[in-house]
Nanobody, 122 residues
Framework: VQLQASGGGLVQPGGSLRLSCAASARTVSNNGMGWFRQAPGKEREIVAAISWNGGLTNYADSVKGRFTVSRDRSKNTIYLQMNSLKPEDTAVYYC????????????????WGQGTLVTVSS
């Protein structure tokens, strides 16, 4: 399966962006999925995770209340709505598929997209 992430770009602080990640196969429909990000000089960290059916979500403390993850199983696509963006949200954002039905552990994620750059700057 291949993942195609899109929606990144340059946005001013306080602005919003919506990232999308489309999977090439329906085989992900029973897998948890997640969004990660990696800022320059930092390790990749999980931002949000969503269960196979979209019923469970989990967020990093740094984005709670600002970001929302969702999925459309009919389109094999997950989304990350990012509001009230801050300069510290600047990073390359990756989507990934977990081997499990829901996971916040990076080690469970086996398939990764190519990443999309989000830059928050005035």
């Amino acid at each position: 399966v291949q993942l195609q992430a899109s929606g990144g770009g340059l946005v001013q602080p306080g602005g919003s962006l919506r990232l999308s990640c489309a999977a090439s196969a329906r085989t992900v429909s029973n897998n948890g999925m997640g969004w990660f990000r990696q800022a320059p000089g930092k390790e990749r960290e999980i931002v949000a995770a969503i269960s196979w059916n979209g019923g469970l979500t989990n967020y990093a403390d740094s984005v709670k209340g600002r970001f929302t993850v969702s999925r459309d199983r009919s389109k094999n696509t997950i989304y990350l709505q990012m509001n009230s963006l801050k300069p510290e949200d600047t990073a390359v954002y990756y989507c990934a598929v977990s081997r499990m039905a829901m996971s916040t552990s990076r080690s469970s994620y086996a398939t990764w997209g190519q990443g999309t750059l989000v830059t928050v700057s005035s």
